[in-house]
């Protein structure tokens, strides 16, 4: 199998977006995103994108930024205990169905901190539902700092967890 990483900014997103936005259905509609917000995070300051393609067919892709003060507020990172210096949160990390349990989640998710590490960041937080993209990244060093219940009204327990780099 054939797994390429292309860089995913806002400039090629309307390549991937209808892929993007396909796997945006496996999460819960509360939190699905849009494309809107796809190009915020992107346009942001500091971000890095990725999306996997096996054999050139889109697989999933991983995007993380630095947030704001209000972002941070709106994500609950004050409340899960994550302080600002270094981190980058992960924004969303999604691997379709078909390309499930073949190894496509965890070497994107790692790529990813590779990046994020050449770029000087210390640590990768981010929530996670209780799913192959959680049991990545606890097996790559995450650990859970909060719980939450009911993620934004979705009924579904998620946790947020941070990784440190290097």
Not at 21 to 35: K, Q, W
Not at 54 to 66: H, I, L, M, S, T
Not at 109 to 128: I, K, M, N, P, T
């Amino acid at each position: 199998m054939m797994i390429e990483f292309v860089p995913l900014s806002s400039n090629n997103f309307s390549h991937y977006e209808a892929d993007i936005l396909r796997s945006e259905e496996m999460f819960p509609e509360a939190i699905r995103e849009t494309s809107t917000g796809y190009l915020n995070v992107l346009k942001s300051d500091v971000s890095i994108g990725l999306v996997a393609q096996v054999e050139q067919e889109y697989a999933g892709n991983v995007v993380g930024f630095v947030p704001c003060r209000q972002e941070r507020q709106e994500l609950l990172l004050t409340e899960a205990g994550a302080e600002e210096n270094g981190l980058i949160y992960l924004f969303n990390i999604v691997t379709l169905t078909d390309f499930q349990g073949q190894g496509v989640g965890r070497l994107l998710l790692s790529e990813f901190l590779d990046l994020a590490a050449e770029r000087g960041f210390r640590r990768v937080g981010g929530h996670f539902r209780g799913n192959g993209s959680l049991a990545n990244f606890k097996r790559m060093g995450g650990q859970e700092f909060a719980a939450f219940e009911d993620w934004f009204g979705t009924g579904e327990r998620y946790l947020y967890c941070e990784l440190p780099l290097g």
